[in-house]
Nanobody, 120 residues
Framework: QVQLVESGGGLVQTGGSLRLSCAAS????????MGWFRQAPGKEREFVAH????????EYADSVKGRFTISRDNAKNTVYLQMNRLKPEDTAVFYC?????????????WGQGTQVTVSS
C-alpha cells in the first residue's frame, strides 16, 4: 500500500502562487504515473493533473490548464503541483495519488490532503 503525504497548502490571495508537494513511499514510485485531485467545500472530488512515470507527459483539467504545472522528482519520490494565478474557486483540499484515471471513484485510498484557501 502506497503512503502519500501532501504538504504545501496555505492561505493565499487571488493571483498568488503555491507549490504543493506529495511524498510517496511503499512502492516503486518511478514506475507509476501520479495525479493530483481536489475537493472543494460541498463538491465532489475532481481531477486536476496527471504526470506519467518519467515526467515526459502531462495532462490537466481545463479549469487549471495554463496556470498549474505538475512535475516529479523520482529520486525524491515526490510529485509537485505548482499553482500560479490562483483564484477563489481553486479553494479546496488537494490530494495526490498513484494515477488510475480521472474518476476519483476509482481510488480506494487517499492521503490526508493539504488545504488551499484563496482569498478574494
Amino acid at each position: 500500500q502506497v503512503q502519500l503525504v501532501e504538504s504545501g497548502g496555505g492561505l493565499v490571495q487571488t493571483g498568488g502562487s503555491l507549490r504543493l508537494s506529495c511524498a510517496a513511499s511503499g512502492r516503486t514510485f518511478s514506475a507509476y504515473g501520479m495525479g493530483w485531485f481536489r475537493q472543494a467545500p460541498g463538491k465532489e472530488r475532481e481531477f486536476v493533473a496527471h504526470i506519467n512515470w518519467n515526467g515526459g507527459w502531462t495532462e490537466y483539467a481545463d479549469s487549471v490548464k495554463g496556470r498549474f504545472t505538475i512535475s516529479r522528482d523520482n529520486a525524491k519520490n515526490t510529485v509537485y503541483l505548482q499553482m500560479n494565478r490562483l483564484k477563489p474557486e481553486d479553494t479546496a483540499v488537494f490530494y495526490c495519488n498513484v494515477y488510475k484515471g480521472r474518476d476519483p471513484l476509482a481510488y480506494d485510498y487517499w492521503g490526508q490532503g493539504t488545504q488551499v484557501t484563496v482569498s478574494s
